[in-house]
T-cell receptor, first 116, second 112 residues
């Protein structure tokens, strides 16, 4: 069964450094998402991406964040200058259609980002 | 403000017993509501998706209900198994965009 994959599974970085989190969505999916989950808190939407541009973004997704689909398979989240509060689990997800429909959204296993 | 509230925050039940988890939301306009199961350290996995016109949907031992008038949903788990131990998350999608509003989840522990 196709699945969303994410790399790395765990990333440790120093405050102020740039990190790139990578995701490979399911191949025939058109909509891509990033979420984060701070330890012990709820999952929070960051951004959705369709047709090589951002569809929606939350207040969390400020100028230090960016997303890119550099090729036909990868979808990346870049954090330019990490802060301690960026430490969280970051989930990538993909869906064949928009969330307005009743189609499934599939989540990857997550990347745990630790900023020291 | 679009919010999703879940109760209880945590629940411990004996293996084989049934339980019901609650979700109240203020998201408007409403498109659909989803229940996810999230194992520790893993991504959420969809259990059910319910649109405005559906008030009950089952997926094996999981049965979700939706009352769009009162903006409430429940997830009923029958004959619980140890593997049901996880966080159960209610997610509501607004009709105005492609944003998913997550609840804080109910942490379920099934004990032998």
């Amino acid at each position: 069964e196709p699945e969303v994959t994410q790399t790395p599974s765990h990333q440790v970085t120093q405050m102020g450094q740039e990190v790139i989190l990578r995701c490979v969505p399911i191949s025939n999916h058109l909509y891509f998402y990033w979420y984060r989950q701070i330890l012990g808190q709820k999952v929070e939407f960051l951004v959705s991406f369709y047709n090589n541009e951002i569809s929606e973004k939350s207040e969390i997704f400020d100028d230090q964040f960016s997303v890119e689909r550099p090729d036909g398979s990868n979808f990346t989240l870049k954090i330019r200058s990490t802060k301690l509060e960026d430490s969280a689990m970051y989930f990538c997800a993909s869906s064949e259609f928009r969330g307005l429909s009743s189609y499934e959204q599939y989540f990857g296993p997550g990347t745990r980002l630790t900023v020291t | 403000k679009n919010q999703v509230e879940q109760s209880p925050q945590s629940l411990i039940i004996l293996e084989g017993k049934n339980c019901t988890l609650q979700c109240n939301y203020t998201v408007s306009p409403f498109s659909n509501l989803r229940w996810y199961k999230q194992d520790t350290g893993r991504g959420p996995v969809s259990l059910t998706i319910m649109t405005f016109s559906e008030n009950t949907k089952s997926n094996g031992r999981y049965t979700a209900t939706l009352d769009a008038d009162t903006k409430q949903s429940s997830l009923h788990i029958t004959a619980s198994q140890l593997s049901d131990s996880a966080s159960y998350i209610c997610v509501v999608i607004s009709n105005t965009g492609n944003q998913f509003y997550f609840g804080t989840g109910t942490s379920l522990t099934v004990i032998p």
